[in-house]
């Protein structure tokens, strides 16, 4: 074997040795447990090992056989090999000659390429969380910003960057100088910075921003750079995860270190070198080499136990032994250096050196930090934020899911991620099934359509979910990859449901109140109104709510002032403000409105609008207004009535002096007056009498008006009342030649028997008044129903017309009478009429002028069980007047 094809397996890099013709003549161990295989290669075509159909292979197999057939190094080759699996291998490539063989050198590159997708996952939780980069030159204040940037400021996307003072002008006024001070105080110093504010954008949208931003220095030790992140928490208020940096421009490619070959002379205890290691170091060649003690004092003091005890290791091992571990630069800085040693020992088994390899793994170790930081600051904010990440191989048929996509199915996180046929069978609701597929079918594969669909999900515990999801897809060399992410918007779909039937609810009760509801936006002034606030101003409803004059010319004028006064009151102490006046409508009437608002604060503590509702309080405030007339009415009646009671007692004492002094000179015999004066002494006694009589007739009136009359309802007989009344009339009947007559009186009534025979003796007094000679009176009594009986008189005088029937029960109308030589006060049916309905009944009056009139006292009849009673003997005060 050419010991030019001898790869060492001191090599921790993947090593395979090429002949002329790029045939594999060796390999290293590290090669051989990458690739899973080590002695099937050998004599093998490099390019047989290669995956043909990868367009990296492809470009690259040409430039490796140019290198070959001149003998050149090569640097940073990319292809594709096939590992023993049969599974795609990326690895990047460095060629070296050997003597006769060129030493191909490996690096995996599936870390990058996975960094490159992270990457595409970080953009998309940009586009879907809302997250923005920024970056400034801390002298100038002038930067650039990554495309998520400008929809931050309501700009238009592809706006330019804005310089500083350009982007704190849209910050509102209250935040804007807490910001400048602590951005401008920021850039003095190296470090970290975070700041909540508010910003007005361009499009007149108020949003919540959260910036952080990192300040690094340059090369002379002062800030040379500000590379920031912006989140936009309007929304997701409570999500203020830190995101410091993005790195839009972020490059997650491994690079292949060079690898150097070193010797340890355990005997001479130096370190010799190749030029790769001596580079590595920053150090000048010496051929002599370097003494273990002055290559210690490179090693990071943190470091020197673990060297050390790679050293003990190595001795005992009989294998290659690795090693990480800090070395410091000839320039001061720090770097991880990966070596591998194997011992080297003599006849006897005794160490005699150490042979191994270093490579300088600074880049990697820090791509991979940055990867994992990148990786864990992904998982943070789609965890916050329930963003569930997803990709999809259609070449391989395999999915791959964040943590979040696990907990959004209820899927044990330790099962593999199901695959598309798998998801919809088990996931996808029946009914979204076939939307789903044919969404899929129509998919584009530019990377810059993203596709946004809402579906049903049913979890592992049978609950149903409504999700939102938004996918990106990749056309890649081995095939479409679809990227894409999740989120559980069951309980905002819900909320909004419930908040729309609740709008609707309520606008269906006011519609059906009558209730008109406004806002008022009091930065503006401007007003909303509903329909129904147009129809209380019998106004046609419009767009737009009229501007405040025209809002004020409708309302009265004397109800304007007063209107302000209660506005600015309740501004002022900050409560609900109620209010009524009178709006005028088309038709020139004013109706009445009732209003009732309330306010709305903002964050600070100001109120900013208030709300409120209209109704129509017309029919309640007339309906009010005749209640106070009427009481004023009933207030004046029992007034006069207690004034006619009081001036009737004061009357009824002269009176009875009057008729009896007349009475006593007209009976005294010794007088012996002559005719003349005895005639008028009758005249006095007369006209006494009467004016007596019209007294306690009014105080009779004035008692029932006041209540001051007790009744006493009792089981009355109408024939027994009827018999004891007629005498008392007999000699008024023949005094104007009518006649008495009766019919049916079997029957009963619940009443008081003294004033239902008041109420008789009145009506059959007016009935022989008012009758003509030789006229008739005719009483009987009829059963109306069950519980109700009436008591007829009729009799066949005059008549009334209609318009003296709208006047017969009121008080000293004598119908237009007065002249006619009939005696009475026109008193006495509103005596009649009060006394019946005491008793729980009413009157009625049938009358044709020519023929007569009737009037029926209507009043409830008795219980079986009542005991009869006979009416009482009449006083003489109810008799009725002459």
């Given at each position: 074997m050419n010991p030019d094809h001898a790869v060492p397996d001191a090599v921790t890099a993947p090593v395979l040795a090429l002949d002329a013709d790029a045939v594999v003549r060796g390999v290293n161990a590290a090669f051989a447990g990458a690739c899973a295989a080590r002695d099937p290669v050998l004599g093998k075509p490099f390019a047989a090992l290669c995956d043909e159909r990868a367009a990296d292979t492809r470009a690259s197999l040409p430039a490796l056989h140019d290198a070959l057939r001149r003998r050149a190094p090569l640097d940073d080759l990319h292809v594709t090999l096939c590992d023993g699996r049969g599974e795609p291998w990326p690895v990047s490539m460095s060629a070296r000659p050997v003597g006769d063989s060129m030493w191909l050198t490996l690096l995996d590159r599936r870390d990058a390429l996975r960094a490159e997708r992270l990457q595409e996952l970080l953009d998309m939780a940009q586009e879907f969380g809302r997250i923005g980069v920024f970056e400034r030159d801390p002298r100038t204040l002038r930067g650039h910003w990554d495309r998520h940037m400008p929809r931050f400021w309501g700009l238009p996307p592809g706006h330019p960057a804005l310089d500083f003072d350009q982007a704190t002008a849209y910050i509102v006024p209250e935040d804007r100088a807490g910001l400048a001070a602590k951005f401008l105080d920021s850039v003095k110093q190296a470090g970290s910075y975070s700041h909540h504010y508010r910003v007005r954008g361009g499009d007149g949208v108020l949003r919540r921003l959260h910036s952080q931003w990192m300040v690094a220095d340059g090369a002379d030790g002062r800030p040379d750079r500000v590379l920031g992140v912006i989140m936009d928490d309007t929304e997701i208020w409570r999500l203020a995860q830190s995101v410091h940096e993005t790195n839009a421009q972020l490059e997650l490619a491994l690079q292949l270190s060079g690898i150097g070959v070193w010797r340890h002379d355990l005997a001479a205890d130096r370190h010799h070198f190749d030029d790769q290691v001596w580079r590595l170091l920053g150090l000048t060649p010496r051929p002599e080499g370097i003494s273990r003690d002055e290559l210690r004092t490179r090693v990071h003091p943190d470091d020197v136990p673990v060297v050390q005890a790679a050293l003990e290791r190595a001795l005992q091992a009989t294998g290659p032994t690795d090693m990480e571990a800090r070395y410091r630069h000839a320039d001061g800085r720090w770097l991880?250096?990966?070596?591998?040693?194997?011992?080297?020992?003599?006849?006897?088994?005794?160490?005699?050196?150490?042979?191994?390899?270093?490579?300088?793994?600074?880049?990697?170790?820090?791509?991979?930090?940055?990867?994992?930081?990148?990786?864990?600051?992904?998982?943070?904010?789609?965890?916050?934020?329930?963003?569930?990440?997803?990709?999809?191989?259609?070449?391989?048929?395999?999915?791959?899911?964040?943590?979040?996509?696990?907990?959004?199915?209820?899927?044990?996180?330790?099962?593999?991620?199901?695959?598309?046929?798998?998801?919809?069978?088990?996931?996808?609701?029946?009914?979204?099934?076939?939307?789903?597929?044919?969404?899929?079918?129509?998919?584009?594969?530019?990377?810059?359509?993203?596709?946004?669909?809402?579906?049903?999900?049913?979890?592992?515990?049978?609950?149903?979910?409504?999700?939102?999801?938004?996918?990106?897809?990749?056309?890649?060399?081995?095939?479409?990859?679809?990227?894409?992410?999740?989120?559980?918007?069951?309980?905002?779909?819900?909320?909004?449901?419930?908040?729309?039937?609740?709008?609707?609810?309520?606008?269906?009760?006011?519609?059906?109140?009558?209730?008109?509801?406004?806002?008022?936006?009091?930065?503006?002034?401007?007003?909303?109104?509903?329909?129904?606030?147009?129809?209380?101003?019998?106004?046609?409803?419009?767009?737009?709510?009229?501007?405040?004059?025209?809002?004020?010319?409708?309302v009265h004028p004397d109800d304007l002032a007063a209107m302000r006064r209660e506005y600015e009151a309740a501004a002022r102490e900050r409560r609900h403000g109620t209010q009524q006046f009178r709006v005028r409508w088309p038709d020139g009437g004013w109706h009445w409105l009732a209003s009732r608002s309330l306010p709305l604060f903002d964050a600070a503590g100001h109120e900013v609008r208030r709300i409120g509702v209209n109704w129509d309080i017309t029919q309640a405030r007339e309906a009010e207004q005749a209640r106070q007339e009427r009481a004023l009415a009933q207030r004046e009646s029992r007034a006069k009535s207690q004034f006619l009671a009081r001036m009737s007692h004061e009357l009824r004492t002269p009176l009875h002096a009057v008729i009896g002094f007349a009475r006593l000179l007209l009976d005294k015999s010794s007088l012996r007056l002559d005719p003349e004066p005895r005639e008028q002494l009758r005249h006095i006694h007369a006209a006494g009498e009467h004016l007596l009589a019209l007294v306690n007739d009014v105080l009779d009136l004035s008692s029932l008006d006041t209540g001051e009359i007790k009744f006493d309802p009792q089981v009355v007989p109408l024939r027994e009342l009827v018999d004891a009344a007629m005498p008392m009339v007999a000699a008024l009947a023949a005094q104007h030649g009518v006649r008495l007559d009766t019919g049916t009186l079997d029957l009963a009534v619940w009443a008081d028997p003294t004033r239902l025979r008041q109420v008789l003796l009145n009506l059959l007094s007016n009935a022989i008044k008012y009758n003509r000679h030789g006229g008739t009176v005719m009483v009987e009594a009829r059963a109306l129903d069950g519980t109700r009986v009436a008591l007829c008189v009729r009799d066949s005088g005059r008549g009334m017309t209609a318009a003296q029937l709208a006047h017969v029960f009121e008080p000293f109308n004598r119908l237009g009478l007065e002249g006619k030589g009939i005696e009475g006060t026109g008193i006495g049916l509103a005596i009649v009429k009060a006394n019946v309905e005491r008793m729980g009944g009413d009157v009625q009056v049938q009358s044709t002028p020519g023929v007569g009139s009737t009037f029926e006292v209507r009043l409830p009849r008795p219980q079986p069980d009542a005991p009869a009673q006979r009416p009482p003997s009449l006083p003489a005060r109810a008799a009725p007047m002459p």
């Open positions: 991880d250096v990966l070596t591998r040693r194997i011992t080297q020992r003599d006849a006897s088994g005794t160490p005699v050196a150490f042979i191994g390899v270093a490579m300088d793994i600074t880049e990697r170790q820090g791509e991979q930090r940055r990867l994992q930081d990148l990786t864990r600051r992904l998982e943070l904010a789609a965890s916050a934020a329930g963003v569930g990440i997803w990709s999809y191989d259609e070449a391989t048929d395999t999915a791959v899911w964040n943590a979040q996509m696990y907990t959004l199915h209820g899927l044990d996180p330790s099962l593999p991620a199901p695959n598309r046929a798998e998801y919809r069978a088990r996931f996808v609701a029946p009914e979204f099934r076939d939307v789903m597929e044919y969404r899929a079918s129509r998919s584009h594969g530019d990377g810059q359509h993203i596709e946004q669909s809402d579906l049903q999900i049913i979890r592992t515990d049978g609950t149903r979910r409504e999700v939102a999801m938004r996918v990106r897809n990749l056309q890649t060399e081995s095939g479409l990859q679809r990227i894409g992410v999740m989120i559980d918007i069951t309980e905002s779909r819900a909320a909004r449901q419930a908040l729309r039937e609740a709008n609707e609810r309520a606008a269906l009760a006011t519609r059906a109140v009558g209730l008109g509801t406004w806002e008022l936006d009091l930065r503006t002034r401007q007003a909303i109104w509903d329909d129904q606030m147009w129809r209380l101003r019998g106004l046609e409803p419009r767009e737009q709510a009229p501007p405040e004059p025209e809002r004020e010319a409708l």
